[in-house]
Nanobody
Framework: VQLQASGGGLVQAGGSLRLSCAASASTFYNYTWGWFRQAPKREREFVAGIGRNGEITSYADSVKGRFTISRDNAKNTVYLQMNSLKPEDTAVYYC????????????????WGQGTQVTVSS
């Protein structure tokens, strides 16, 4: 499975961005998808996850109420809508896929996109 993440960029604090992750897999609907991020000198951390049918989602406490994960199985794409962005959201954002339930640990995800940079200025 190949993943192509896009949508990152430079935005001022309080602004919004929408990340997209397009998957090559024809069995996209079989996978649980997650977004992770990694800031310089920090470990990769879970941001949000979404189950196969899109009804089950999970968010890191730091982004609850600001970020929304969604998926379009017809387009083989998972999204991360990011609102009210803060400078501490600055990081490289990665999409990742796995078979099974949402997991918070990055080691449980088999497929990874290349990452897209999000920079939030104060």
């Amino acid at each position: 499975v190949q993943l192509q993440a896009s949508g990152g960029g430079l935005v001022q604090a309080g602004g919004s961005l929408r990340l997209s992750c397009a998957a090559s897999a024809s069995t996209f609907y079989n996978y649980t998808w997650g977004w992770f991020r990694q800031a310089p000198k920090r470990e990769r951390e879970f941001v949000a996850g979404i189950g196969r049918n899109g009804e089950i989602t999970s968010y890191a406490d730091s982004v609850k109420g600001r970020f929304t994960i969604s998926r379009d199985n017809a387009k083989n794409t998972v999204y991360l809508q990011m609102n009210s962005l803060k400078p501490e959201d600055t990081a490289v954002y990665y999409c990742a896929g796995r078979i099974g339930s949402i997991q918070l640990g990055s080691r449980y995800y088999r497929f990874w996109g290349q990452g897209t940079q999000v920079t939030v200025s104060s």
